[in-house]
T-cell receptor
Framework: AQKVTQAQTEISVVEKEDVTLDCVYE???????LFWYKQPPSGELVFLIR??????QNEISGRYSWNFQKSTSSFNFTITASQVVDSAVYFC?????????????FGPGTRLSVLP | NAGVTQTPKFQVLKTGQSMTLQCAQD?????MSWYRQDPGMGLRLIHY???????DQGEVPNGYNVSRSTTEDFPLRLLSAAPSQTSVYFC?????????????FGPGTRLTVL
């Protein structure tokens, strides 16, 4: 069975602090995809990043960076110099291989509050 | 392209009422699905479809029906609403097989059952 764990339910930081959101996953598939989505107070799901299981390179996009480690089954997300606009719920998700790999398994989400 | 659209955006029902949540996409995607989002549980898969006339159950299908008569539309029916179905519902679609499992999510429908 597939499972995604986000152990941090809520995190509060002060603006300009760095913050890391943890994601640990379980899967038996050898090919799989990991995702991060942002859900701002407006409620829509905003796609942030997708990573396949064969690409362990870390990625940086502006203030966002992602650390993928297959050895620990983790796909952590770091926001550098956080801003109030980063306040949202962040979801980590996993999808497997095959035609029905589109069936996502989501973690419970981490609510990030960035205080001015 | 409008992408994935959902109607209504908000809905309040009384226990026992029925209703249909609408989902449509204009990208000619074969795959469509419904998720529900509850606090502390993330999004969970209700039903999915891999093409017109083909549907299957996800993780939490009880209390919901779906059908797929066209490629574009994938309505979710609540036959007798219960307070436990108070949730935010998201529809999603993708090509099948999709490149990199990319999915497109609708804006969501917030449902309250009193």
């Amino acid at each position: 069975a597939q499972k995604v764990t986000q152990a941090q339910t809520e995190i509060s930081v002060v603006e300009k602090e760095d913050v890391t959101l943890d994601c640990v996953y379980e899967t038996r598939d050898t090919t799989y995809y990991l995702f991060w989505y942002k859900q701002p107070p407006s409620g829509e799901l905003v796609f942030l990043i997708r990573r396949n299981s064969f690409d362990e390179q870390n990625e940086i996009s502006g203030r966002y960076s992602w650390n993928f480690q297959k050895s620990t089954s983790s796909f952590n997300f770091t926001i550098t110099a956080s801003q109030v606009v980063d306040s949202a719920v962040y979801f980590c998700a996993l999808s497997g291989s095959g035609n029905y790999g589109q069936n996502f398994v989501f973690g419970p989400g981490t609510r990030l509050s960035v205080l001015p | 392209n409008a992408g994935v659209t959902q109607t209504p955006k908000f809905q309040v029902l009384k226990t026992g009422q029925s209703m249909t949540l609408q989902c449509a996409q204009d990208m000619n995607h074969e795959y469509m699905s419904w998720y529900r989002q509850d606090p502390g549980m993330g999004l969970r898969l209700i039903h999915y479809s891999v093409g017109a006339g083909i549907t299957d159950q996800g993780e939490v299908p009880n209390g919901y029906n779906v059908s797929r008569s066209t490629t574009e539309d994938f309505p979710l029916r609540l036959l007798s609403a219960a307070p436990s179905q108070t949730s935010v519902y998201f529809c999603a679609s993708s090509y099948l097989p999709s490149r990199d499992n990319e999915q497109f999510f609708g804006p969501g429908t917030r449902l309250t059952v009193l």
